[in-house]
């Protein structure tokens, strides 16, 4: 048995899960709705409160579309009810971001600012040298930080660029001069 796949999904206060024909699982909450079809296979069942997955048998493909499936239920009842955040730093001299409206606009010393827009449910905030991705949808929030990472790299002897909040990056030492 999947130790993700078994556990029962709690449902907080507010929030509201619908299935649908075809495993179409609608959940409301305080933040909005999310809506996705999951793998016709997986048995979706909601009991007092909780939501649980079962498996038709022990294929391989079940046993991991099992876990994914009770995960990304997950994600959604933890989206609605509480939302997603990824924050970035911007380290470098001269390195800027700014927001104006729904873009957001990165200097990064290329000869020119680059400009981003805000995705439909995706806002982004900008406090000092940290900029910061809220949603409700954990996968659009991830790959939006992603996208403006990839904007400029951190590098590893100076540490400039942009980069998660929480990732450590490896310094190497410079070269050293003749003797």
């Avoid at 495993?23 to 007092?48: A, C, F, S």
């Avoid at 010393?109 to 809220?134: C, F, L």
């Avoid at 929030?141 to 980069?163: L, N």
Wanted: aromatic share 4%; no cysteine; charged share 30%.
């Amino acid at each position: 048995m999947s130790r993700i796949g078994r556990m029962p999904i709690a449902i907080p206060a507010g929030v509201t899960v619908d299935i649908a024909e075809g495993n179409k699982v609608t959940v409301k909450g305080p933040k909005g709705t999310l809506e996705r079809v999951l793998p016709k296979e997986m048995e979706i069942k909601m009991e007092d409160g909780h939501v649980t997955v079962a498996r038709p048998n022990d294929l391989k493909k079940m046993k991991s579309l099992h876990g994914l499936t009770r995960t990304l239920i997950h994600n959604m009842v933890v989206g609605v009810s509480e939302g997603y955040t990824k924050t970035l730093e911007v380290n470098g001299v001269g390195y800027r971001a700014a927001k104006a409206g729904k873009r957001l606009t990165l200097s990064l010393g290329y000869s020119h600012p680059v400009d981003m827009d805000d995705p439909e449910g995706i806002t982004t905030t900008v406090d000092g040298n940290k900029i910061i991705v809220a949603g409700i949808n954990k996968e659009q929030v991830g790959q939006y930080a992603a996208e403006i990472r990839e904007k400029r790299k951190p590098e590893p002897y100076k540490g400039k660029g942009i980069k998660y909040a929480d990732e450590v990056i490896r310094r190497k030492v410079g070269k050293t001069g003749k003797k």
